[in-house]
């Protein structure tokens, strides 16, 4: 069937209800998936307004003044994890990290559906929400951050990393608690951070939350202990973290104040025996904390998992524009995709997004989609004065391969000016990176 006759657009959401009968609104009815006259209206819907959502939506409107952009978010305002580590010691405030929808609405024309998606149905192409109103697309970008595996360490759930043992893996009120329980913990309490194994949003952050924390405890808990229990036996920037902590924390010293347990000296967590506030490890051992984070395992987000866009834990996607392997006219970026060897970060998920919208705006206007080459500047910080970085580039070698990845970490440098610097840099990449997805 052609285009739905133009006076739809002046009919209210009532009227629409009214006339179909079914007590759901289709959005796509408003929209130009019902009446397009040609394909550069085509109604784009995204699943999710955090970073990649939020930045696809603004990088499409600004390749395309006539495409319909809709984003279905049940949140009214999104918290950056980017910099969140630095609420913890308080050096910075979730006020600062957080952004409503109002400039994304306002100037880049986009709607915004304050709801959970829950289903796709990919003949109809339309998506359906937890209320029940049904929109329909054109192509659908899905970017619903991760899953959290709570239940692979034994005895932890989700009721119990929103209450005592918060994981502060979103960034929100977990994040203001942990730090909560850090001031009120007992002179010489230990403080336990458990890291799963590959892959998990943000692969240095675990390591910057411990330094964070154990700059934060030498000043009001000099003799507080800070264990990190980890499942893997290298992490990133593992030239620079361990040079900071010798500097400030005695690290690898009877006297260390901060220890890294790797998984094979026994690092790897187990069971929360949450009564007595222990973990286990894999060894047996009996880890005793006043403090407990645990950063659980992650799979792809829950809306990705029911809607059969994952193989496994995580989607797989065509390099070329991140379309989905599974299902057509979908699209999967962020911390979903099964993007080996990219890491997740929010850096990449706004890259991935510059990509899907330029293949979605090229296709629109019948270009052949271009050779994507992504681009992962990280930051980290180790305390307020000490930052590194990392370079990472990601070519795209053809459909079904593997993307080629070249990357470079600088040695640390044992000069104070410069090592601030880092941290300026980083400090400012964060300010600049939130102002860039939401303004
Ligand atoms: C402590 C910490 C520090 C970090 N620091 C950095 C950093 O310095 N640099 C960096 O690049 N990255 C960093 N990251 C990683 C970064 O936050 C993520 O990689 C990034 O947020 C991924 O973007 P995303 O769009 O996939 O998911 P998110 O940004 O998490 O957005 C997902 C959105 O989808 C919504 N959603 C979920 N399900 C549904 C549904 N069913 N319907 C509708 N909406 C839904 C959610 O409400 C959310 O708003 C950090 C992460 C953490 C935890």
């Known amino acids: 069937m052609k285009n739905k006759p133009q006076n739809t657009q002046s009919l209210s959401r009532r009227q629409l209800i009214k006339l179909f009968g079914t007590g759901v609104a289709t959005y796509g009815l408003f929209g130009a998936s019902a009446f397009a006259d040609s394909k550069t209206t085509a109604h784009i819907v995204i699943i999710g307004g955090g970073i990649g959502g939020a930045a696809s939506a603004k990088y499409l409107r600004l390749l395309n003044k006539d495409v319909k952009i809709t984003i279905i978010e049940p949140n009214p305002e999104y918290i950056f ?25 306002s100037r880049y024309q986009v709607n915004l559906i304050h709801d959970k998606a829950s289903l796709i149905d990919y003949d109809k192409k339309q998506v359906k929400t937890a209320k029940g109103d049904i929109i329909k697309y054109d192509k659908l970008i899905v970017s619903p951050g991760p899953s959290f595996h709570y239940e692979g360490i034994e ?15 979103k960034a929100g009120k977990q994040t203001l608690k942990l730090r909560q329980q850090l001031l009120a913990m007992k002179q010489g309490g230990t403080v336990l951070i458990s890291v799963p194994a590959d892959p998990y949003r943000c692969p240095p952050a675990p390591y910057e939350r411990a330094s964070f924390i154990s700059t934060m405890l030498k000043k009001i808990n000099p003799t507080a202990k800070v ?33 890294w347990v790797s998984k094979d000296m026994g690092g790897e967590v187990v069971s929360l025996d949450a009564k007595n506030r222990n973990l286990i490890t894999a060894d047996g051992t009996v880890h005793h904390g006043d403090v407990i984070n645990i950063i659980p395992p992650e799979k792809a987000g829950q809306f990705a998992l029911d809607n059969d866009l994952a193989e496994g834990d995580w989607c797989p996607v065509e390099f070329k524009d991140f379309s989905s392997t599974k299902h057509k006219d979908v699209y999967v970026i962020g911390d979903s995709v099964d993007g080996d060897p990219m890491p997740k970060t929010g850096f990449l998920a706004s890259n991935q997004a510059r990509v899907v ?9 019948g270009k052949e989609i271009g050779m994507p080459f992504l ?35 600088p040695e640390p440098t044992t000069n104070p000016e410069k090592q601030l610097v880092l941290a300026n840099m980083a400090r400012n ?7 860039d997805i939401f303004s």
């Open 81 to 105: 994890c980017p910099g969140s580590n630095e609420i913890i010691p308080g050096w910075s405030t979730l006020e600062e990290s957080t952004f409503n929808y109002e400039t994304i609405k």
């Open 357 to 365: 919208v330029q293949a979605i705006n090229d296709e629109l206007h």
């Open 227 to 259: 264990i990190i229990l980890d499942n893997k036996n290298s992490f990133i920037f593992d030239n620079n973290f361990p040079y900071y902590w010798k500097q400030h924390f005695a690290y690898g010293t009877p006297k260390s104040t901060l220890e």
């Open 155 to 169: 005895g932890f759930n989700q009721q119990l990393a929103e209450g005592e043992f918060p994981a502060a893996w």
């Open 375 to 409: 681009i992962n500047g990280c930051v980290a910080m180790a305390g307020e004065d000490y930052g590194m970085t990392l370079s990472e580039t990601f070519r795209f070698q053809g459909l079904g391969k593997p993307l080629a990845e070249r990357y470079f970490i």
């Open 429 to 435: 990449w964060q300010r600049t990176f939130r102002k």
